[in-house]
C-alpha cells in the first residue's frame, strides 16, 4: 500500500504540490487526472524518490521513502516499476536490450534467462519479432509498449504510468489499456496512472482522483466521478470533451498506426 501525506514539492518559485494527501490500495488502478503543468509528473518522481518533496511523507508499504537514498532507496525503487512520460526509451539499445536493462542491473538472471524473459515480456504487451530493432525503427505505439514490457520486466508490486496513451490512435490506446487491466487480473499490479485523458482514465480506473492547484481536490470511484457534480470535476470534464481540444493540436503524433518505420 502507498499512503502519501501532506506532500509539498516548490519549483521554480511555484508551490507545484502543495499538500497531497493520498492512499492507494493494493491491487487497484488509480488515476490522476489533471491539465498540463498542474504537477502530475512532479508528483510521479516524489514517488519514485527521484525527486525529493520539501514536506510530507510518502509510505510504501510502510516504509518512509523520504528519508531513504543510495542503496535503502534502491530496494524500495526494485518494487515500482515506471513508464516515463514519452516512453524514454535508451535510442542506442536494442528493443531487448531496453526491455532487459532492469533486470541486467537489478537481479543476478542469465543472459539465457533474461532472453527468455523479454521474449515473454514483450508478448505480453502484444510485440513480436522486434527484440533486435532500434527504438528509432518503431512507431510511438510500439515505444509505449517497449517502454511497459521495461517497467513490468522486473516484477514490480506497483507500477507509475506518466501519461501512457497520449498520441495513441484510439485501436492502440485500447489495446495499451487492456493490458493494464491485464496486468491488474493476472499478476494483481497496483498501478498509478497521471494523465489528461478522460477516456484512458475511465475505461481503466477503479478510482480516479483530480488534480488541480497541487492538491488532489476529488477522488472517486470511476463512475461516481463521472457523475460527480463537483465544480472543478465538471470544468475538467467539460473542457476535455468540449470540441477544441487544445491537448491534441498540440501533439503532432495523433494517427499514429502501429507499423515498423522503414
Ligand atoms: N525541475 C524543475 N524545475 C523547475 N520547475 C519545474 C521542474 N519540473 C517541473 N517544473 C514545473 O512544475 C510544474 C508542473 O510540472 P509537471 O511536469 O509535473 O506538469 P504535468 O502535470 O506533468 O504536465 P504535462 O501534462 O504537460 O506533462 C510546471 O510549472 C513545471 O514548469
Ligand atoms: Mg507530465
New binding site residues.
Partial sequence: MIKIKGLK?K??G?Q?LDGIDLEIMDGEIFTLL????????????NLLGL?RPDEGSIKIDGQEITVLSGEDLLKVQVKVGMMF?GGALFDSLTVAENVGFGMKRLTDRSPDEIKTLVKKYLKMVRLEDVENLLPEKLSIGMKRRVALARAIATQPEYILY??PT?GLDPITTSAVCNIFLELRDKLKLTSII???ELETAFKVSDRIGL?HNGKICFTAPTNEFKESKDRYVKNFIEGNTGGDHA?KEKDPIRGDRDEIKQ
Avoid at 489533471?34 to 518522481?45: I, P, Q
Fill in positions: 514539492k519549483l521554480g511555484k507545484v489533471g491539465g498540463s503543468g498542474e504537477g502530475k509528473s512532479v508528483f510521479l518522481k525527486m512520460q506518466d501519461e497520449t497521471v494523465t489528461h488534480l491537448e
